[in-house]
Each structure stands twice: as C-alpha cells, then as structure tokens.
C-alpha cells in the first residue's frame, strides 16, 4: 500500500509535512495535531466529537453497581 501522505501538508500547520491521515474526516496531519484513541490517530476535532457523541466508561460501570 503506497503511503498516502507523501508530500501532504498538516491541515493545521501548512508549513509542516503531515505523518498521517485522520480514519475519521480523511484530512492530513502533523504529530502535534494527532492523538492516539482506541489503536487510531485522531486529530482533536474528531476525537472531541466522538467524545460528545459516546456515552463515559465510567457511567456505564455506575449503572452496573447496587445502590448503596
């Protein structure tokens, strides 16, 4: 598979070359501008938006607790 992020520019950083391509929104990015998430980089707007659509962990485990 030929890496596509040769010559690819970061969307948020012109001037710096992109090291790889976000699995969600498909735009390029630097290192800065990436966070590793479930075995993914994800740039931050993904990432923020899968947190506000994606119920906390720890919520859930509540739920599964008696009531004390």
Do not use: D, Y
């Not at 950083?13 to 994800?42: D, I, K, M, Q």
């Not at 740039?43 to 506000?52: F, H, T």
Request: charged share 25%; net charge positive; with cysteine.
């Amino acid at each position: 598979m030929p890496n596509l992020t040769i010559h690819q520019r970061c969307w948020n950083h012109e001037a710096r070359e992109a090291v790889c391509r976000c699995p969600e929104c498909g735009r390029s990015f630097c290192r800065e501008c990436v966070t590793e998430h479930a075995a993914r980089l994800l740039c931050a707007s993904c990432l923020k938006a899968l947190s506000q659509t994606r119920p906390a962990r720890r919520n859930g485990l509540r739920r599964l607790l008696p009531a004390g």
